[in-house]
């Protein structure tokens, strides 16, 4: 539900979004365009959304209309898919809500959010989610030639020589130049800021003059772009998953090196005391995983029958597999019957780990999902280039996952779109007041550091540091955490009881 298991591309979870601006974007509060009608109909989704009549209480379906460029709203447009899940009692306001990515669908994840949640935040909101430019329901990106994709060579998401990184780098390139060539107005205008003022013509269309923002991961960087643009259109928000605006790329990947291995440990150490099939001591279990990588990049599992493009499982394959099962413990302790079958030549368990996370076998393929991936980051994030010593201090600080990690951080120089850069601004002492920060102890993907830095980036914002491994915590049955979001959203609260909060 979350992005913990809505990973879309093996080195897509590893580039968390590095938040910043986008040209344009001033202190000024943008002009958003007039308000539009919703016309809601029952929920449903693929050739059923939209499909039947509305009905309080289940998801309802609509479109929005939004301008391709603020810059110049007649130029063209985009239709973005919105679903709605009407308050259970009073209505109290609207909350957004977004599951992460960039690229990951949000309407078709609302009703299970919705279900998870108490019900005194689904009497007091209506629960509104929509699908990003190029997502989901919301349309795509055309980015490549089916015919081009029997052509492609396979990437190595893991290099491990300056050939194999070039031949990365290339196919990201292409990947890039397919998307300008067959629909460049879009390819320019997929970063953050666009849809932070997507987000505002939806408030407009939705009559309400303050959102309220649930938003996981990714989704935090929205958040704070919109909070940032619209100040005076925001009245709460949570993040859950922090990412600080204005980091590099290499900055972000060093911080995520040394909690993605200390992830790993948390992991390991719970899967010896549970006895598994991996060894009787964390230390043990780690080896395992690092000699199954070992062995991967020696001889990959074959996958039959699978696409040309993917024909294998091999070490890069597998890292970013176990880097995103970490994302949750349930998926993680699938790992030892993973590695199992595969020390067996059978790749079958690992094909259903990975297509449970949306994660395709391992490589950067010329896909829809991935134009729009690497369309957001790569707009959004400033184009630095990564030196030597910064990739081995991201190779040292994690041996299991350092490669991948410094390889992601280089990746956005070969885009071919001209970036927009997000500001990192420090946002007003009234936004922090009503801000909620929520933050794992050991998560893979958003570190403990980044939320402590967000923090400080929002005056007077409370942070709510939750004692477990794996990404985001609200309304995932952890007690003290549903009631300390439940509690700030409807009456207001930013001060949990508890600054900490642990599993019971």
């Known amino acids: 539900m979350k992005l913990r298991s809505s990973v879309v591309l093996a080195l897509a979870v590893t580039l968390v979004m590095t938040a910043c601006t986008s040209p344009g974007s001033d202190s000024a509060t943008p002009t958003t365009p007039p308000a539009q009608a919703l016309g809601w109909r029952g929920g449903g989704h693929g050739e059923a959304f939209q499909a039947g009549a509305a009905v309080k209480g289940a998801p309802e379906c609509a479109y929005l209309t939004v301008p391709t460029d603020y810059a110049h709203p007649t130029a063209g447009h985009q239709s973005l898919a919105v679903t709605r899940v009407q308050a259970g009692g009073r209505r109290q306001g609207v909350l957004f809500?977004?599951?992460?990515?960039?690229?990951?669908?949000?309407?078709?994840?609302?009703?299970?959010?919705?279900?998870?949640?108490?019900?005194?935040?689904?009497?007091?909101?209506?629960?509104?989610?929509?699908?990003?430019?190029?997502?989901?329901?919301?349309?795509?990106?055309?980015?490549?030639?089916?015919?081009?994709?029997?052509?492609?060579?396979?990437?190595?998401?893991?290099?491990?020589?300056?050939?194999?990184?070039?031949?990365?780098?290339?196919?990201?390139?292409?990947?890039?130049?397919?998307?300008?060539?067959?629909?460049?107005?879009?390819?320019?205008?997929?970063?953050?800021?666009?849809?932070?003022?997507?987000?505002?013509?939806?408030?407009?269309?939705?009559?309400?003059?303050?959102?309220?923002?649930?938003?996981?991961?990714?989704?935090?960087?929205?958040?704070?772009?919109?909070?940032?643009?619209?100040?005076?259109?925001?009245?709460?928000?949570?993040?859950?998953?922090?990412?600080?605006?204005?980091?590099?790329?290499?900055?972000?990947?060093?911080?995520?090196?040394?909690?993605?291995?200390?992830?790993?440990?948390?992991?390991?150490?719970?899967?010896?005391?549970?006895?598994?099939?991996?060894?009787?001591?964390?230390?043990?279990?780690?080896?395992?995983?690092?000699?199954?990588?070992?062995?991967?990049?020696?001889?990959?599992?074959?996958?039959?029958?699978?696409?040309?493009?993917?024909?294998?499982?091999?070490?890069?394959?597998?890292?970013?597999?176990?880097?995103?099962?970490?994302?949750?413990?349930?998926?993680?302790?699938?790992?030892?019957?993973?590695?199992?079958?595969?020390?067996?030549?059978?790749?079958?368990?690992?094909?259903?780990?990975?297509?449970?996370?949306?994660?395709?076998?391992?490589?950067?393929?010329?896909?829809?999902?991935?134009?729009?991936?690497?369309?957001t980051s790569c707009l959004d994030e400033p184009r630095t280039e990564i030196t030597p010593g910064a990739r081995a201090a991201i190779d040292d600080a994690s041996e299991t996952f350092g490669v991948l990690l410094a390889t992601s951080a280089e990746l956005c120089g070969s885009w071919p779109v001209p970036a927009q850069p997000l500001v990192g601004t420090t946002l007003s002492a009234d936004v922090g007041a009503r801000t909620l920060i929520v933050s794992n102890a050991s998560d893979p993907a958003t570190p403990r550091s980044e939320a402590i830095a967000l923090r400080a980036r929002i005056p007077g914002s409370a942070l709510l540091e939750v004692d477990i491994w794996g990404h985001t915590a609200t309304f995932e049955g952890l007690s003290c955490v549903d009631a300390a979001v439940t509690t700030f959203l409807v009456r207001g609260d930013s001060r949990p009881a508890s600054r900490t909060c642990s599993p019971d």
Not at 201 to 213: F, M
Not at 306 to 329: I, K, M, N, W
């Open 97 to 375: 809500v977004n599951p992460g990515g960039p690229g990951a669908p949000a309407t078709s994840m609302l009703k299970a959010l919705v279900g998870a949640m108490p019900s005194e935040v689904t009497d007091a909101f209506d629960i509104v989610a929509m699908d990003p430019r190029a997502v989901g329901e919301s349309g795509y990106l055309s980015c490549t030639d089916p015919q081009a994709r029997s052509r492609t060579t396979p990437l190595d998401a893991t290099p491990e020589d300056p050939t194999e990184l070039a031949t990365l780098k290339d196919g990201l390139t292409r990947l890039g130049a397919s998307c300008a060539q067959r629909q460049p107005s879009l390819v320019a205008h997929l970063g953050t800021a666009d849809f932070a003022r997507d987000l505002d013509t939806l408030r407009s269309a939705l009559g309400v003059e303050r959102l309220d923002l649930l938003t996981y991961s990714y989704g935090t960087v929205l958040a704070y772009e919109y909070a940032r643009l619209f100040p005076g259109r925001l009245h709460r928000m949570v993040l859950d998953g922090a990412v600080v605006p204005g980091r590099t790329p290499a900055v972000r990947a060093l911080a995520k090196a040394s909690t993605s291995e200390d992830t790993l440990y948390q992991f390991a150490t719970a899967c010896a005391d549970e006895k598994c099939s991996l060894g009787s001591t964390a230390d043990a279990v780690i080896g395992a995983v690092r000699a199954m990588q070992r062995t991967l990049e020696r001889a990959p599992v074959t996958i039959p029958g699978h696409d040309p493009l993917r024909p294998a499982v091999d070490a890069g394959a597998f890292t970013a597999v176990v880097f995103s099962a970490l994302y949750s413990p349930d998926l993680a302790f699938e790992l030892p019957a993973v590695m199992h079958a595969l020390g067996k030549g059978d790749p079958a368990p690992f094909v259903a780990l990975s297509d449970k996370l949306e994660n395709s076998p391992g490589h950067v393929a010329n896909s829809v999902v991935n134009g729009v991936f690497w369309g």
